[in-house]
């Protein structure tokens, strides 16, 4: 698995001295579709640091005469009950999204690595325990797991970030763990322990280092599960609090009724939570393909 | 195999008193004990009755003793009192069951008979049209939000139908209730499908490459009979394993489906009592899930094992 990742990385590091634009087009010939995943999350990312110049309303500005006003004229996507706008609302949240998504995935993140690094490189009793906490984590489902820990903080930003980062943790520490166990008896780990460098020191600085590239993979997937659990507790009325504008809570504040009022209310923000993900999808798999061909889902 | 069987019995016993002490401990770092909450939840005002409430949940015991009262009565299958409705919860919960076990079946079924033959079909043909077509479809399937999907297919019906599925009353033929329920069941088992299909392929690819694949084709087989004699055959024992991490995943999907459709499932049931703030049964019912989810893979484990003869049980 080293092997292929240094390859890919050799690969790219061969392009990258051959010019950024000719690995731009070589990245953009292998793997179409990971390039069109990566434009789509680039534009949501632009969409959440231009809000404020994209858009003409403030996202929580109430206006009665707006009231669930169609999609054209001042309101391109129309306007919810409140007449608030809808695009404002949808390029603001993505801003929620974003953050939420990017802010759990990473305390996941450093969480997993932290446990996955620790038990599988020292082993024993340690690794016994973490492996059967993680078992636990595991044994409940993503969205109940977020649920449960999202009522017992209650509801903030803050609260619903730590509440999608836990469930994450068991997969990236259990791959971390896995790719550790095989790094360990690695001959460039063995020279290190030959020369007399200390454990924590060789852990931290040779086998760390090498599972950047699984990491990188696990995490772009991930990010695509935090933004749909941060929509569906939102959607349920447990994720992000007022007057944050959510994709999920829009979605909620809508739901079945407008479902014949006024259907612009339900297809925009699906449509902006399936688009995130789909993009991060795509270049989830492409990056898999490029760093990984082994680690699959 | 008995040893395997008794250790992998006891790993999911541990498991689950790990689970119990963690949602234990989880609802009890909630600001405020329970008995306020549920004081102003269910409306009740005199202090008297608070009192009364803190000794009838137990409150004002041990923590310990109330972690053995709770797991006691959950044993002897007491679910706990719904302060909302005024009735004790395993009777709000039973009716419940069946609905969302048929949802669940159906949704399980519609995967299964969707996401294995499309899966196999994309491996069949990697790097073709057809294989990247069905690769962004599952793709593009696992980034909707089934919530979101359950509300476009209402208004499909809006559209089209001028009526929307009502589930608040149950049809009287048992044909009548499925037929409804696949509505909904299609929406929680897309998402699931795509999953099953993306595990499908990555299964049956990793046979396709095994040496007695290549031995067949060497030999003369047919295309059709390497296909679906050798390499379907052996790649079925992978995807039973699919059922298992699909337990966990239709949850999640059963849950935001119940809520969009309004069925009156267990599911809902859920997230209708965190929203009351009803901790005694969110207590409950998140237990139920876990143990229901942890057997449905034990049992995937004990299948695999059962028909795989390569799997060894020592080590």
């Known amino acids: 698995m080293a092997v292929a990742h240094e390859g890919g990385a050799f690969d790219l590091a061969r392009n990258r001295a051959a010019g950024l634009s000719s690995s731009l087009a070589h990245f953009l010939r292998r793997y179409p579709l990971g390039a069109a995943g990566a434009a789509i999350v680039l534009a949501i990312v632009l969409m959440a640091l231009l809000a404020d110049w994209i858009t003409v309303f403030d996202p929580t500005a109430t206006d009665a005469h707006a009231s669930l006003a169609r999609p054209g004229g001042a309101h391109p996507l129309g306007a919810d009950f409140m007449g608030r706008d809808m695009w404002s609302r949808i390029a603001f949240g993505a801003r929620i999204s974003l953050a939420v998504g990017v802010g759990a995935t990473s305390l996941g993140c450093i969480i997993g690595v932290s446990i996955g690094l620790l038990s599988g490189y020292f082993g024993g009793w340690l690794d016994l325990l973490a492996q059967r906490f993680m078992d636990m984590l595991q044994a409940l489902p993503l969205l109940v797991m977020a649920l449960v820990m999202s009522a017992a903080l209650g509801p903030s930003l803050e609260n619903v970030i730590l509440a999608i980062s836990i469930p994450l943790v068991p997969t990236v520490a259990r791959v971390i763990r896995s790719n550790t166990l095989m790094l360990r008896e690695m001959p460039f780990v063995e020279a290190a322990r030959a020369v007399g460098m200390n454990e924590i020191s060789i852990a931290l600085r040779h086998v760390l280092p090498n599972t950047l590239a699984p990491l990188i993979v696990l995490a772009t997937a991930q990010l695509g599960s935090a933004i749909l659990v941060e929509a569906a507790l939102s959607f349920l009325g447990l994720g992000i609090p007022e007057p944050y504008p959510s994709w999920g809570r829009m979605l909620s504040e809508s739901a079945a009724e407008y479902v014949r009022t006024a259907p612009w209310l339900v297809i925009y923000p699906g449509l902006a939570i399936s688009l995130a993900v789909f993009g991060t999808n795509l270049l989830g798999d492409a990056l898999r393909d490029i760093f990984d061909p082994r680690l699959r889902l | ?315």
Do not use: C
């Not at chain 2, 541990?14 to 009890?28: E, K, P, Y």
């Not at chain 2, 009262?69 to 395993?90: C, H, K, M, N, Q």
């Not at chain 2, 696949?182 to 499908?200: E, F, H, N, Q």
């Open chain 2, 1 to 315: 195999m008995a040893t395997y069987l008794i250790r992998r019995l006891l790993l999911m016993v541990l498991t689950l008193f790990g689970i119990s002490v963690l949602i234990f401990v989880l609802l009890r770092i909630v600001p405020g004990n329970i008995a306020d909450i549920l004081f102003d939840a269910a409306g009740m005002v005199s202090a008297a009755e608070k009192l009364k409430l803190e000794a009838e949940l137990g409150l004002d015991k041990p923590i310990v003793v109330q972690y053995v009262d709770w797991i006691g009565g959950l044993a002897r299958g007491d679910f706990g009192y719904t302060y909302v409705s005024e009735r004790p919860a395993l009777e709000e919960i039973l009716p419940r069951i069946p609905v969302t076990a048929k949802l669940a079946a159906l949704a399980v079924m519609f995967s299964v008979l969707l996401g294995v033959p499309l899966g196999v079909v994309s491996a069949v043909r990697q790097n073709t049209a057809l294989d990247y077509v069905l690769r962004v479809a599952s793709l593009s399937g696992l980034s909707l939000p089934s919530f979101w999907l359950g509300l476009l297919i209402l208004m499909a019906f809006v559209q089209y139908a001028g009526w929307i599925p009502i589930y608040t009353e149950k049809p009287a033929r048992l044909w009548d209730e499925l037929a409804l329920l696949s509505i909904p069941a299609a929406a929680a088992g897309l998402r699931s499908s795509a999953l099953v299909m993306r595990l499908t392929r990555s299964s049956m690819l990793e046979v396709l490459r095994q040496d007695y694949v290549r031995t067949a084709r060497a030999k003369g087989a047919s295309p059709a009979a390497v296909n679906y004699d050798h390499a379907l055959r052996n790649a079925m024992l992978p995807i039973i394993t699919i059922i298992g991490i699909e337990a966990a995943f239709l949850v999640g999907g059963l849950i935001v489906t119940e809520t969009v459709f309004n069925i009156p499932g267990v599911a809902r049931f859920l997230v209708e009592a965190i929203r009351w703030r009803d901790y005694p049964v969110v207590q409950n019912l998140v237990m139920f899930i876990a143990i229901i989810v942890v057997s449905v893979n034990f049992l995937v484990d004990m299948a695999y094992a059962v028909l795989d003869p390569r799997i060894r049980y020592e080590e």
